[in-house]
């Protein structure tokens, strides 16, 4: 939330005026007969996407030359809001002359492009960028009929974010490489969720299949548990460095100097210590100890024996170690 | 252009006989109503006037309270939580019944408790948008603590019996509150005759300022408050009293509660309604959602086949005509009108409605003029519309 958020409903102040004049007055809206494809000498496809029980239902005919495979005529009818309207003539229009494969490769984004007044400004609210996608799909919809496969098989990715076409692999990539933590950061490194917001959480606009907060919470724990495994790797090829270890590794590694080169040293005049606790204190790592039998209240405890456990710590496990007694 | 105002359920145009009284308040008359100085006192008399109104306005006792507040929002927050503080948080009580069809100021409220492990009752409404009193009998157990029932619906204009739940919710020694912002000035509201003990309203839905409402309660439920601070309002609520805001709501209710101005509601308003509804209802596929008894007389939502509900909007706007429509696609939830949904009406028709609502202000001229609108616009949208469009036989429809 910000400045920006605070006072609401002004979406209708955000169109472009081809947005506004498509609204009003669509050029491409109507129907194709059988009998006008026939006087066309092409073959007619009708395409429906939607459904009016959701708000948003969009019908797409086409007139297509089986010779050629190019669209020759390209009309639509449509229930749903202004910007649907819009969406949907423009769609019709840059169907209008394309060979059907070409027709496929049309993107929502070329949708909402081709409705801007100029290339900076967005056509629609963010809010309203969805309307563009029902166009996308109808379009893929009308090309499956026409070459009668599955309309899945134009989509080789997992679009996320249908408004932003931002796909699965891709935000599971930033969140690994950015080390991101939340789903806004998501959304300014993808743009994923920065139009319907449907794709961010259940409840949205629509339902999705994927939604932003499962994909970080779950590639989250995938990278923690790759942490793990790294850490556990490095460890067993002798490769681990203090910082990259896990907090068990860390007392593992330090009991096993203390072991070797304290311990027995203690143990001769009567005492012993142990490890109560290991805190990144960045740059330091702060060890917390406790002194145990005949050491417990040696003057030596805070000079000369702290001073050569934590010279020899230093120097065989992490030369930022820092030794407190408790 | 003609411009035509039918959203008054949203709110409403500031009487000019209300902005006038206001006036002074706004310039000479500016004291704080606490100071002890003429500055201050100045503004007891009006102030005293508008507290006389908004008593008569809804029949309040003088032993009882209202509580100006900033709006009706605020007042149910007030009561809500008012009753969470004194009789959930201390263990006494755990349950709070309400309807599936409140305004979000009661609902949105609710779900927060819900949060804080109250338990909600959601009554659902039967197919006319209305519940029916005997299902509140139905769930009132022994650790109900509250009872709020909107009195008229904000979509539909049903009037829902209040008067029946009142005698129930005092029967079974229950609090009871309603939420009166679309019944006040649209039809009689009087606490007493219903056994009302909490009530809201707010201004700016009849003909007062935004910024403004009140808070009934009666003698013996007082709650604790929801703004801590200064004594103001006795303490119930805190904050330097809006004072011509006050004395403009104060005006307003009383003329939109005197007997004329329902008498006037419920003929000529109505009147008007009904043209509209009537010729509307002549377009085939269209129908009034809910029907047509026992509502407010100046509301109406039509479902038109075919239209959806912000495109009518839209070409209604671009011929300087205000509605509204209960589900906008423009939000980030595009769930259908939660009215049109608790009816269990038909899902196709779910984003079809218009509501038309209007007031006092509107002329047989403006009636005319819409009628001619909405008729030119369901032809141009349906005729847009994938809902009327051509398939051949062979095209398996997937609409």
Known sequence: MAKGDLVSGSIWDEYSNNVIKRMDDPLHQGEITEERAKELKSKLIIADFGAESCGDAVRLYWAVNEDTNVIEESKFKSFGCGTAIASSDVMAELCIGKTVDEAVKITNIDVEFALRDNADTPAVPPQKMHCSVMAYDVIKKAAAEYKGVDMESFESEIMVCECARVSLGTIQEVIRINDLTTVEEITDYTKAGAFCKSCIKPGGHEDREWYLVDILKDTRLEMASDKLKNAADASQNGEASFDTMTIVQRIKAVDAVLDTDIRPMLVMDGGNMEIIDIKDNTPHYDIYIRYLGACNGCDSGSTGTLYAIESVLKDKVDENIRILPI | ?399
């Open chain 2, 1 to 399: 252009m003609m411009e035509v105002y039918l959203d008054n359920n949203a709110t409403t145009m500031v009487d000019p006989l209300v902005f006038d009284e206001m006036k002074p308040f706004l310039t000479n008359i500016y004291g704080n109503p606490n100071s002890l100085h003429r500055f201050g006192s100045g503004t007891h008399p009006k102030m005293l006037e508008a507290l006389d109104y908004l008593y008569d306005g809804i029949n309040a006792n003088d032993k009882d309270d209202i509580i100006i507040t900033g709006n009706a929002t605020e007042s149910n927050n007030t009561v809500i939580k008012g009753i969470w503080i004194d009789k959930i948080l201390n263990g006494d009580k755990n349950h709070i019944i309400t309807t599936e069809v409140e305004h979000p100021a009661i609902t949105a409220t609710l779900k927060f408790l819900e949060t804080q492990g109250v338990n909600v009752t959601y009554l659902p409404v039967n197919e006319e948008g209305v519940l029916e009193a005997h299902t509140v009998r139905a769930y009132i157990k022994d650790e109900t603590a509250l009872v709020t029932v909107m009195w008229a619906n904000n979509e539909t204009g049903k009037i829902f019996p209040i008067e029946e739940i009142g005698e129930i919710c005092k029967e079974m020694n229950v609090a009871f509150h309603t939420d009166a912002t679309q019944a006040i000035g649209k039809i009689t509201v009087d606490v007493q005759k219903c056994n009302v003990d909490y009530l809201s309203f707010s201004a700016h839905k009849f003909h007062g300022p935004k910024g403004i409402g009140g808070l009934y309660v009666k003698k013996g439920y007082e709650l604790s408050p929801l703004f801590h601070g200064g004594e103001q309002m006795a303490g119930k609520r805190a904050g330097t009293v809006d004072v011509a805001s006050m004395v403009g709501m104060g005006l307003a209710m009383k003329l939109a509660t005197q007997k004329s101005a329902i008498d006037y509601e419920q003929t000529v308003v109505k009147g008007y309604r009904d043209q509209l509804e009537t010729a509307i209802l002549e377009i085939p596929e269209t129908l009034v959602i809910g029907g047509k008894d026992n509502r407010t007389p100046n509301t109406t939502l039509i479902s038109i086949r075919g239209v959806e509900g912000e495109s009518m909007l839209w070409d209604l706007n671009q011929k300087g005509i205000g509605a509204s429509t209960g589900s906008a696609c423009a939000s980030e939830s595009l769930e259908a009108n939660p009215v049109m949904n608790a009816f269990g009406s038909d899902s196709e028709l779910a984003h079809t409605g218009v509501r038309l609502s209007l007031s006092r202000f509107n002329t047989q001229e403006e009636v005319d003029y819409a009628i001619e609108v909405i008729k030119a616009a369901v032809m141009r949208l349906r005729h847009i519309s994938s809902s009327y469009a051509y398939a051949p036989e062979s095209h398996n429809s997937q609409l």
